[in-house]
């Protein structure tokens, strides 16, 4: 295993530190610098790896740094923003609409509301009222249902001990 110069040891600090994978980073430099290097003598330039423990002081400094940059400029990058992200499953939508192929469309579809939350069940939590309102309601929902269930099944003392349960929460 040959000594790697400066610049190429910079590159993969870096590289690391965008979090892209010894193979890639591996790629990366046959592709950049024209040098084989394994996964495994990348893996000794990443601190947070056991193979990277005894990386020195300068190299450490240079990944954090780059970390820390690259977290902060996350951000910016479209992808990572939900609105673009919607955007693009939107304009994916409409051509495989287009394509008659409405089982991509469908998947598509259900990716977009994975995206957006809450919109995919049904169910919503009302923003001005806090979440242990919004379970006490679905509690009393549910009783108020077995209630009902249990009347039409004949109107036993249980029915009367859920009605009396019921009365009792808050509304």
């Not at 910079?10 to 994978?21: E, G, R, Y």
């Not at 923003?81 to 579809?109: F, S």
């Not at 939350?117 to 379970?135: A, Q, T």
């Amino acid at each position: 295993m040959a000594a790697l110069k400066n610049e190429v040891k910079s590159f993969i600090v870096q590289a690391l530190a965008c979090f892209d994978t010894p193979s890639q980073v591996s790629q990366a430099v046959k592709q950049e610098f024209d040098i084989d290097v394994t996964r495994q003598q990348v893996e000794q330039h990443d601190p947070t790896k056991r193979a990277g423990s005894h990386l020195a002081a300068k190299w450490q400094t240079l990944f954090n740094d780059t970390r820390k940059r690259f977290r902060e400029q996350t951000a910016e990058i479209p992808i990572a923003n939900r609105a673009y992200r919607l955007r693009a499953l939107g304009r994916m939508a409409e051509k495989a609409e287009t394509m008659k192929n409405m089982a991509l469309a469908t998947q598509i579809i259900e990716q977009a509301a994975k995206e957006t939350g809450d919109v995919y069940v049904n169910r919503r939590v009302e923003p001005d009222k806090s979440l242990d309102e919004e379970i006490k309601r679905l509690e009393i929902e549910k009783r108020k249902a077995e209630l009902k269930l249990i009347e039409k099944g004949g109107g036993n003392s249980n029915a009367q001990l859920l009605a009396d349960l019921i009365a009792r929460l808050p509304s």
